[in-house]
């Protein structure tokens, strides 16, 4: 039994009719550009999730630079991150001129540790930028006691109550692999300044309400009209689909993945966009679902403050000793909406075969 990390195509699957009707209606229509779909989807998704506003734009790393530069971020200023987590996180940071300040993560949460935030606040903090990695609500009551504008990055969270609006902009990715994806690339900004967010729409728009006048130097970071139409048909799916995710892995729980491995606790708010657990013997099991046919990955080895593009920043192996670890010793295992019960079933079978671990009674 084959099984992939994600399968995309069992979620929308099913959906396949609707979606060649929206795709008909936007040919019909003939506007691919900031069409009727982009701005419905726009008040759909702030609706969605408690905000004043969304803004849709090219991608989830745009997402990021957007609000950054809307906030004036500029060479200087430091903008505080994990370094557990994709690339794109610090990346935003560097292109806007700034300095990424990397702070260590919480061993069980996986998520920024406020106690080291706060180590490594200074003059020059400008914004801090937690990550809601893997689904997980990061700490932001915590963080925001730090009095300093809160940039989320959300994009493996849509869906989760706990998260948009707290902190001053929350950008998300809708890439397939998402839990609120498109069939490309697309992202969002969610925001409750209506200042903020006219000047988001600006620099999306190459710094101008129109092609006539233009008051910043923006760029060209537009949500199209074809996946407008579908995001607007997949997040009337979104509740349905985090219900499933959240069942499928409390029976992963249920089928004893924790005595085999440190596996990923729930709590409210938790959207399992991946199911990441960690063991030391991650490499043998990693080999054992693999010989298997079944998907796996490991995240973020090396971390972001021991990649070669960040070198500059002067980190070295140790300055992070939780990120390290994690980084080392975390494998992900098959999650989607719908992913079946027998499915699960093989993954832990596979892993307690590998650890050595004797089968259940």
């Known amino acids: 039994m084959k099984i992939p990390l994600v399968d995309v195509k069992a979620q929308y699957a099913p959906l396949v009719p609707r979606i060649?009707?929206?795709?008909?209606?936007?040919?019909?229509?003939?506007?691919?550009?900031?069409?009727?779909?982009?701005?419905?989807?726009?008040?759909?998704?702030?609706?969605?999730?408690?905000t004043r506003e969304a803004i849709g734009v090219a991608n989830g790393t745009d997402a990021l630079e957007l609000v950054l530069n809307a906030l004036e971020v500029e060479p200087g200023d430091e903008v505080i991150c994990?370094?557990?987590t994709f690339y794109a996180t610090a990346e935003a940071i560097a292109r806007s001129g700034a300095t990424p300040v990397f702070a260590d993560i919480d061993s069980e949460t996986l998520n920024l540790d406020p106690a080291d935030v706060e180590r490594k606040l200074g003059p020059r903090t400008k914004a801090i930028m937690p990550v809601h990695l893997f689904g997980r609500p990061a700490p932001l009551d915590a963080l925001a006691g730090f009095d300093l504008p809160l940039i989320e990055d959300a994009a493996q969270a849509f869906g989760s109550p706990a998260?948009?609006?707290?902190?001053?902009a929350?950008?998300?990715?809708?890439?397939?692999?998402?839990?609120?994806?498109?069939?490309?690339?697309?992202?969002?900004?969610?925001?409750?300044?209506?200042?903020?967010?006219?000047?988001?729409?600006m620099l999306r728009f190459h710094g101008s309400k129109a092609k006539t006048t233009f008051e910043f130097i923006g760029r060209n970071s537009r949500l199209d009209e074809i996946q407008a139409a579908v995001l607007r048909i997949f997040l009337g799916e979104l509740d349905r689909?985090?219900?499933?995710?959240?069942?499928?892995?409390?029976?992963y729980r249920e089928l004893g993945i924790g005595e085999l491995c440190i596996a990923p606790e729930d709590e409210p708010g938790h959207v399992y966009h991946?199911?990441?657990?960690?063991?030391?013997?991650?490499?043998?099991?990693?080999?054992?679902?693999?010989?298997?046919?079944?998907?796996?990955?490991?995240?973020?080895?090396?971390?972001?403050?021991?990649?070669?593009?960040?070198?500059?920043?002067?980190?070295?192996?140790?300055?992070?000793?939780?990120?390290e670890r994690v980084a080392r010793d975390n494998f992900s295992i098959p999650l989607w909406a719908g992913i079946e019960a027998e499915q699960q079933e093989r993954v832990v079978d596979v892993v307690r075969s590998a650890v050595g671990a004797p089968a259940p009674a």
């Open 20 to 50: 060649r009707e929206a795709f008909d209606a936007v040919l019909e229509d003939g506007r691919f550009v900031f069409g009727p779909n982009v701005a419905a989807f726009e008040e759909e998704a702030a609706a969605y999730l408690g």
């Open 170 to 201: 929350s950008t998300f990715s809708f890439y397939p692999t998402k839990n609120l994806f498109g069939l490309g690339d697309g992202g969002l900004v969610a925001v409750n300044d209506p200042a903020l967010a006219e000047r988001i729409r």
């Open 82 to 84: 994990p370094a557990f």
């Open 163 to 168: 998260i948009a609006g707290h902190g001053i």
């Open 241 to 251: 689909w985090t219900t499933l995710r959240r069942e499928a892995a409390e029976r």
């Open 274 to 323: 991946l199911f990441v657990c960690r063991s030391e013997r991650r490499d043998e099991i990693r080999a054992a679902l693999g010989e298997a046919g079944i998907g796996n990955a490991q995240y973020y080895l090396p971390p972001l403050h021991l990649q070669p593009a960040l070198r500059y920043l002067g980190y070295s192996e140790g300055d992070l000793p939780v990120t």
